[in-house]
């Protein structure tokens, strides 16, 4: 699996350590084919219908 840094650690001039968050999403952790995508959507849809 590949390693995704999610945020950066910069040092402050007081000492602490700041981290400042990456961009989202992240460049590379969603590689999912767009037709699992609409399927995944069309059933979330489908299962919130039968909770009403």
Excluded: H, W
Excluded at 20 to 48: C, H, M, W, Y
Aim: with cysteine.
């Amino acid at each position: 699996m590949k390693k995704v840094e999610i945020c950066k650690k910069i040092k402050q001039s007081t000492g602490y350590i700041a981290s400042i968050p990456q961009p989202f999403p992240v460049s590379g952790i969603f590689n999912v084919d767009q037709s699992l995508l609409n399927k995944a959507t069309k059933a979330e849809r489908l299962v919130g219908n039968l909770m009403v």
